[in-house]
């Protein structure tokens, strides 16, 4: 592995937020390990990226996941949980198949995976979630039940892990991106996967406290 001077994990770097926050910081000398689903990432390589493959729904491949990142670094100076799914997002009743895999993608594998690398973070490291101010109680319109409650839930986890983590340093950010174009955001968002990527970075590097919110758009942090 080339020498650099931080460790980045990101999920989710087929796309989207995701593959624009990995060129992010990878222009910031960050090595970056990004997950997709098929362990392959076409169209884009650099010799400080590695790409392991993560199905966050599957014990077995966040289990596999996990060892191959310890197995590629001493530590981990950030990681960026990021892979989402939203498929009911315009629904208003919510509906058995959308609802589990939303909560299978988005809680339950972000909890299980970030558990497994809990352990090697490094002290005084960082851990975002991408998140989403839908998930904020006052934002409690009807669409996107299961979408609303996973951001919900994982803003809490958040939350917990902030106090959890408070003796080893670890900064956790929960964080809402802004909306932006990309498969999930749709094609009508104000903002690029690129404007994004640069405000979650000033998000790591202007160091809010641990447990509080950040939304990109307002370039701060704003009450749950
Ligand atoms: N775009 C917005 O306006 C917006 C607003 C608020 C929050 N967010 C959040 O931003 C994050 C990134 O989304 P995006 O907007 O960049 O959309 P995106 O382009 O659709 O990216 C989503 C990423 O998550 C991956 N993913 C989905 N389900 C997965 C699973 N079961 N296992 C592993 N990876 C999985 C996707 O992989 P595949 O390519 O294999 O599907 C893709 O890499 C999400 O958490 C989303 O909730 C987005």
Same mark, same amino acid.
């Given at each position: ?15 989207? /937020? ?16 990004? #997950? #997709? ?26 289990? *596999?996941?996990?060892?191959? /990142?310890? $197995? ?17 997002? !315009? $629904?208003?009743?919510?509906?058995? %198949? ?16 970030? @558990? ?27 669409? %996107? ?7 919900? &839930? ?8 902030? #106090? ?13 991106? +802004? ?5 999930? +955001?749709?094609? *009508? ?5 690129? *404007?994004?990527? /640069?405000? /979650?970075?000033? &998000? ?8 509080? !919110? ?7 942090? @704003?009450?749950?």
């Amino acid at each position: 592995m080339e020498n650099s001077v931080k460790t980045a994990v990101v999920t989710g770097v087929s796309s989207g /937020i995701g593959l624009a926050l990995t060129k992010k910081l990878l222009a910031e000398h960050y090595t970056v390990i990004g #997950t #997709t689903r098929s362990g392959q990432l076409s169209g884009f390589d650099h010799p400080r990226l590695h790409v392991v493959p993560l199905e966050a729904t599957d014990e077995q491949s966040r289990t *596999q996941a996990a060892a191959r /990142i310890r $197995a590629l670094t001493t530590g981990l100076d950030l990681l960026v949980n990021n892979a989402g799914t939203a498929p009911d997002v !315009f $629904a208003v009743e919510p509906a058995y %198949g959308a609802f589990t895999q939303t909560l299978d993608t988005n809680v339950t594998g972000v909890v299980f995976f970030t @558990e497994l690398l809990l352990p090697h973070v490094r002290l005084g490291g960082q851990i975002m979630f991408v998140s989403s101010n839908m998930g904020l109680p006052r934002n409690a319109a009807p669409n %996107g039940p299961g979408y609303r409650l996973s951001k919900a &839930a994982i803003n809490m986890y958040a939350a917990m892990l902030a #106090t959890r983590l408070a003796d080893r340093h670890i900064r956790v950010t929960p964080l809402h991106p +802004g909306w932006v174009q990309t498969k999930l +955001g749709g094609d *009508q968002a104000p903002a690029t996967p690129e *404007q994004a990527a /640069i405000g /979650i970075y000033q &998000a790591v590097v202007s160091a809010p406290e641990t447990g509080q !919110f950040y939304n990109v758009a307002l370039s701060g942090v @704003e009450p749950f």
